[in-house]
């Protein structure tokens, strides 16, 4: 039996009065390790095309979990991610669900990504790219419409330069504070830490001070810590970059 990589893209699981999709897709893969069903590498959040054309909660945002899976498993993940959705999804959400293996993501469907961010689509347009593609795709509850933000989750999510981390092993634990950059790396399964211009922070002993509101980036298909040099002028002190800046990926 053999480990499969694989992405979940899911849309639409709230109302006004409800959780957000984040929230429920890391509680999901919360449940997913706990039953040992699928290790999670992950989680990212994916803006796409805010339009009056386009119904949408708040923000018209989607997410992807990368996860690893035994083979056998896969017809359990699926029925999981299911009966979860079904069992959660806010009353009027119009839940979508993709399960896409994460090296078969071909160009069509991560253009398919991108243009979602600017372009509208209909049902139809997502559900015939991942029949073609041979991706699950199916919506759960009321109109389905969020299997188009699902697709486009996984498309962005496999493109690797788009969306924030939602969920990453010991961000949520993490207290805001200074870290030498290798005890930050330990704690985290943050990959790499560098400026907006992308310069490295590699020293191990760099010094990089967290806020309440750090979020690595997905960049080069790695969870990024955005920082900048603080204002002492000393060689080895970082900071995160502002809020505003984190929102705009």
């Given at each position: 039996?053999?480990?499969?990589?694989?992405?979940?893209?899911?849309?639409?699981?709230?109302?006004?009065?409800?959780?957000?999709?984040?929230?429920r897709v890391r509680e999901l893969?919360?449940?997913?390790?706990?039953?040992?069903?699928?290790?999670v590498f992950g989680i990212t959040r994916h803006q796409l095309f805010v339009s009056p054309l386009i119904p949408y909660t708040s923000h018209n945002s989607s997410a992807c979990m990368a996860v690893a899976v035994e083979s056998r498993e896969m017809?359990?993940?699926?029925?999981?991610?299911?009966?979860?959705?079904?069992?959660?999804?806010?009353?009027?959400?119009?839940?979508?669900?993709c399960i896409a293996p994460a090296g078969e993501v071909c160009a069509d469907v991560r253009d398919f990504g991108r243009r979602a961010k600017s372009e509208v689509f209909t049902q139809q347009?997502?559900?015939?790219?991942?029949?073609?593609?041979g991706f699950h795709?199916?919506?759960?509850?009321?109109?389905?419409?969020?299997?188009?933000?699902?697709?486009?989750?996984?498309?962005?999510r496999a493109g690797g330069n788009d969306g924030r981390y939602i969920g990453l092993r010991g961000m949520r634990e993490l207290e805001p504070g200074d870290y030498p950059l290798s005890r930050l790396q330990e704690l985290t399964d943050i990959e790499r830490v560098q400026t907006v211009e992308g310069i490295a922070v590699s020293d191990s002993g760099a010094?990089?001070?967290?806020?309440?509101?750090?979020?690595?980036?997905?960049l080069d298909?790695?969870?990024?810590?955005?920082?900048?040099?603080?204002?002492?002028?000393?060689?080895?002190?970082?900071?995160?970059?502002?809020?505003?800046?984190?929102k705009a990926y």
């Open positions: 039996m053999h480990t499969i990589d694989l992405l979940i893209g899911i849309d639409d699981t709230d109302n006004l009065e409800s959780r957000g999709t984040g929230f893969g919360r449940l997913l390790t706990e039953n040992r069903i699928a290790r017809e359990d993940l699926t029925e999981f991610c299911r009966d979860y959705l079904l069992r959660e999804c806010a009353e009027g959400s119009d839940a979508g669900l347009d997502s559900r015939s790219l991942a029949k073609r593609s795709l199916e919506g759960l509850t009321g109109d389905q419409g969020g299997v188009i933000g699902a697709l486009a989750a996984v498309g962005l010094i990089v001070s967290m806020s309440e509101w750090a979020r690595p980036v997905l298909g790695k969870a990024v810590l955005l920082v900048e040099k603080t204002n002492d002028d000393t060689n080895d002190r970082w900071r995160v970059v502002p809020k505003s800046v984190i």
